[in-house]
């Protein structure tokens, strides 16, 4: 009879060594096979002219003054200098949530603050110009923008303390600042030193930024309400929200921004209270929400019909069904579209110039125009303008790949 | 009104079986799924439902959840019949586990908060009661070092035992099993039917389960229920189904199974 063999598993040996160092990566990468190596040669010199060039004109004429001597009108617009210190108390309150989010999240939300820090500082010390046209930069505004690093240290200590450290008080707290930043900007009736400041006078990056959050804010759950409403067993409900989405959808956002001047006002009652800033806001908003709502649809339709089943199975009631076990992975698993959803949101905030305000592009652009010393500068104003604009929009694709990371998307 | 004729017409089978199926008919559009199903199971009672694919076992058990509604006929589970009344069925699903084939459980949870959602949603249990519950069921399953990891993070027979412990922490009267292991590699399908078996041999809890495995039918099942085309061929203890089935069918398909 045949001996019973002893069963040894093979050992576990260190993959083959493949060449490595930069020459090898080069080869395997730049140089793999002939059309490869005939891209990168001809790609190669093209970009290393276009960034030479750039260097070059970037160290020699570049000429940032038409920006170091308008901060003021790229942050705030129009917005009154002797009322200037309100969007400064704004930017304080907020910089409490940054800190506090580092705090409780850690991680990308740390690296965001750091960054956020860091930025501060430097706009509170950088040598300008001028605050504006014929204006010195006032020790105080530098003084309450370095202010920042101090709530930002409050807002850390409170996301430290266990005690206030939950998530229903950020987003509480987040609301709460929010409306208080309004009513700030908006002035308080009666209240010396808080006159009206209409919004149409409202302006620069502060305007983008309150246009864009506004948007977000809003347009998220009432895209949740709509992409429901979509699914809806009710005729009307259903009929409703696909109307909505599909008109919101189909129609270029500058149309709709064109309408809401022009037409919203015909279905309003004369005088009703609604500025033309507000109903820009209104429309960038449902416009997000068409779009939101379609992800989220599909994100629903994603999902594996057990999943309802197995909590309908464990006599859950059906509204509890989609609030705790649908949407909660719906969400989850669209987070990459909804995030593009609001960066595209945060870049079409420019589009509210068509409705006369002076966002930071537009502001720009009547800065040089308006100056005969700026003429040349349109260059530096809009490499300046885009810069902002990627660092917002950097910040959230860098934070949304985190959250990403995070929830395990595209691993069930 | 209706249904309170329906159950006072019949008391015994109120109180001795605790699910009545009485000429059960569904239709899927055209499709004739369960034609005139006639059947009760008894309180403590284990029921192994066999039968080829597409004879209508899992439509069936799931009527008794009403994850699926029948057309015609009654059901009565646990005195209550089965009708269009959304309370009773909330109130019906409550007392009815059901574990599925493919497990099920909800990613975005945690082990533990798969298993505390229904009692502090729906019984409204305080949560360090459920938790301690929770618990317990785990170690039952066997595997309480997994409480705070994430289903993505287990394998296929410790997710089914997840499952398992999901429907049990309802406290439920009556547990319903769709083929719970025949999305399990081998190797993890015992670990499965050895929970299964012990629920099975403590008597408290009624179980119908839908398997092939028929080691586990032969071992544990009061009853071995056969489907075919929408319609119960045999309905026997497991000894007499195994070795003295009245119909040829029944003989047909073990041997093809076998
Ligand atoms: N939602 C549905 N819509 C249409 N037809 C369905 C639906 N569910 C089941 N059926 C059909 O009803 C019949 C019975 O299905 P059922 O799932 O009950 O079979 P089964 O006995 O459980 O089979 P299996 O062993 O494959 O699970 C099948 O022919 C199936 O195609
Ligand atoms: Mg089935």
């Not at chain 1, 019973?4 to 730049?30: C, D, F, M, Y």
């Not at chain 1, 409900?237 to 809401?260: A, Q, Y």
């Not at chain 1, 005969?372 to 104003?381: P, S």
Request: proline fraction near 6%; glycine fraction near 8%.
């Amino acid at each position: 009879m045949a001996t019973v063999e002893a069963w040894q598993p093979a050992p576990s040996l260190p993959p083959p060594r493949t060449e490595t160092g930069w020459i090898g990566w080069a080869k395997a990468n730049l140089f793999g096979n002939w059309l490869s190596g005939l891209v990168t040669v001809v790609t190669v010199p093209i970009i290393l002219w276009a960034v030479w060039s750039m260097v070059s004109w970037l160290v020699g004429p570049a000429d940032w003054t038409v920006i170091t001597s308008r901060p003021q009108q790229y942050a705030i617009g129009l917005y009154p200098t002797e009322h200037a210190w309100r969007p400064l108390i704004g930017w304080l309150l907020v910089s409490i949530l940054f800190g506090m989010a580092a705090a409780m999240w850690g991680g990308a939300a740390r690296r965001i603050a750091i960054g956020y820090g860091v930025v501060t500082v430097l706009l509170g010390v950088l040598p300008y110009g001028m605050f504006h046209e014929g204006v010195v930069m006032p020790w105080w505004v530098r003084a309450f923008i370095l202010g920042n690093l101090l709530t930002l240290g409050i807002g850390y200590l409170l996301g430290s303390n266990a005690k206030t450290a939950r998530p229903r008080n950020f987003v509480l707290g987040g609301i709460a600042i929010y409306v208080l930043l309004l009513l700030i900007l908006n002035g308080i009736p009666g209240v010396p030193g808080m006159e009206e400041v209409a919004p149409r006078k409202w302006g620069g990056l502060m305007l983008n930024l309150i246009l864009a959050v506004s948007g977000i804010f809003f347009a998220f759950p009432i895209g949740i309400l709509l992409a429901l409403g979509r699914r809806s067993s009710l005729p009307v409900v259903k009929v409703l929200c696909v109307v909505f989405i599909e008109v919101f959808r189909g129609v270029p956002l500058i149309t709709l921004l064109f309408m809401s001047q022009v037409l919203v006002p015909l279905a309003l009652p004369a005088n009703f209270p609604v500025d033309s800033v507000t109903r820009a806001a209104i429309v960038i908003t449902l416009f997000s929400a068409a779009y939101t709502a379609e992800n989220i649809r599909g994100g629903l339709q994603g999902l594996h019909p057990g999943q309802a089943e197995a909590a309908r199975a464990l006599g859950l009631p059906g509204w509890q069904v989609t609030m705790l076990i649908q949407l909660p992975q719906a969400i989850r698993n669209v987070i990459p579209a909804i995030v593009g959803q609001f960066i595209a949101l945060f870049k079409d905030t420019s589009l509210v110039y068509i409705v006369g305000m002076l966002d930071i592009l537009e502001m720009g652009r009547s800065i040089v125009q308006g100056n005969v010393q700026f003429t040349d500068n349109g260059r530096e104003n809009l490499i300046f303008v885009a810069v902002v604009f990627w660092l917002f929009t950097y910040t959230m694709s860098y934070a949304s790949r985190r959250v990403e990371r995070r929830l395990g998307v595209g691993r069930r | 009104m209706a249904t309170e004729t329906a159950v006072a017409a019949d008391p015994a089978s109120e109180q001795d079986n605790i699910i009545v199926a009485r000429d059960v008919h569904k239709w899927f559009g055209n499709f004739h799924a369960l034609r005139g199903v006639t059947t009760t199971v008894g309180r403590g009672e284990v029921v192994v439902v066999i039968g080829p694919s597409g004879s209508g076992k899992s439509t069936f058990i799931r009527t008794i959840n009403r994850l699926e509604q029948h057309q015609r006929g009654d059901i009565i589970v646990d005195g209550v019949e089965m009708t269009e009344d959304v309370r009773n069925i909330d109130a019906i699903r409550s007392e009815v586990g059901m574990v599925f084939q493919s497990f099920n459980l909800f990613p975005h949870l945690t082990v533990m908060r798969n298993i505390t959602l229904a009692p502090t949603k729906v019984r409204k249990t305080p949560m360090d009661e459920a938790d301690a519950s929770a618990m317990q069921l785990l170690e039952r399953v066997g595997i309480p070092e997994q409480a705070e990891k994430y289903p993505g993070e287990l394998s296929g027979g410790q997710q089914q035992r997840v499952a398992i412990a999901r429907a049990l922490a309802m406290n439920p009267k009556i547990m319903l099993f769709d083929e719970p292991t025949s999305a399990l590699d081998p190797e993890m399908i015992k670990e499965v039917l050895e929970v299964m078996k012990e629920l099975a041999a403590s008597h408290q809890m009624t179980i119908v389960a839908i398997t092939h495995e028929l080691g586990f039918a032969r071992e544990v099942a009061d009853r071995i229920v056969m489907f075919d085309e929408g319609q119960i061929v045999e309905d026997l203890p497991p000894d007499e189904f195994f070795n003295n089935p009245r119909h040829e069918r029944v003989r047909r398909f073990l041997s093809q199974i076998l």
